[in-house]
Structure formats: structure tokens, C-alpha cells
């Protein structure tokens, strides 16, 4: 009986995350990484003879959260950015999000935080959620790459 080949290999340890070059450690459990674009790339209208037309959105905004544990270091830092955002507008900085294994790349020369995370008190470490819009970006290769067998 053939033995399917394996699909590919994941691991959340090359996937490097940076801040103005500072890499961002210190991920909680679950996704610790979700980028989510703002708009479709295409939107269509169907008129009542049934003639379809379609546009294209150049809309390249995109919304990326990032669940850090709530005693990562990497908090200060982001908290840094908002906080001289909000005194100043001068908040914004440049985000890369690469994986090593697949080549998957997002990078946004623009990125600001949009609010303040929730945060909860208990018996167990906390999860910080950082929302941060970026500006523009520019993605690449989304996929992972099969491991060889043998």
C-alpha cells in the first residue's frame, strides 16, 4: 500500500518577527501570529442582464495581532511606540515577519499600534494581544515548503 509523503514541516521558531529590526520574542500558546488583510483584491458588480464587472481594490492595508505573554519584554517596546504615537503621531515603524522555512514574507515600511491591548489578572501568566495596522505591505510565497522524505 502507498504511504502518503508528508505534507510539509511547521515550526513558529523560524518565523522571525521584528520591530524597527528589534526582533519580538516571548510568544504566548495558540496563534501567535495573525495577519488578516483589510480589503478584497477584487470586488464585483452584477448588472440585471446578468453581465458581470469587476474592480480592482489597491487597498494593501493589513491588520496583523501578535499574543505575547504578558511578561515579555517585547511589551515595553511595542507600549514604547504607541505610547509616542498617541503624545506625538510619530509612533510609526517598520514590521517584517519572515519564515525561514518557507520563505513566506510580510513586510510593511508603516505599521502603527491601534489600541491598547485588554489585559486580565489571574492565577495563570497573561496573553497580550497587540493590534497593529500596517500602512502598505508587501507579501510573498504564503505556503510552506514540503520536507524532503529520505
Known amino acids: 500500500m502507498p504511504v502518503n509523503p508528508m505534507a510539509g514541516t511547521y515550526d513558529i521558531k523560524v518565523v522571525s518577527v521584528s520591530i524597527n529590526g528589534v526582533p519580538i520574542d516571548g510568544w504566548s500558546d495558540g496563534d501567535a501570529i495573525t495577519i488578516t488583510h483589510t480589503s478584497p483584491t477584487w470586488v464585483s458588480r452584477a448588472g440585471i442582464g ?10 494593501r492595508r493589513t491588520m496583523v495581532t501578535f499574543n505575547v505573554l504578558g511578561t515579555s519584554l517585547i511589551n515595553n517596546i511595542i507600549d514604547g511606540y ?11 515603524f517598520a514590521l517584517s515577519i519572515i519564515d525561514a522555512r518557507s520563505g ?13 491591548p485588554d489585559k486580565a489578572y489571574g ?20 505556503g510552506t515548503v514540503p520536507t524532503p522524505l529520505g
Not at 105 to 116: G, I
Open 104 to 116: 513566506a514574507s510580510l513586510v510593511s515600511p508603516q505599521a502603527w499600534v491601534t489600541k491598547r
Open 50 to 59: 446578468g453581465e458581470v464587472a469587476r474592480a480592482k481594490h489597491n487597498d
Open 82 to 92: 504607541r505610547i509616542t504615537d498617541e503624545a506625538t503621531g510619530l509612533g510609526c
Open 123 to 142: 492565577a495563570e501568566v497573561p496573553q497580550l494581544s497587540w493590534e497593529i495596522e500596517c500602512g502598505s505591505t508587501l507579501e510573498a510565497n504564503l
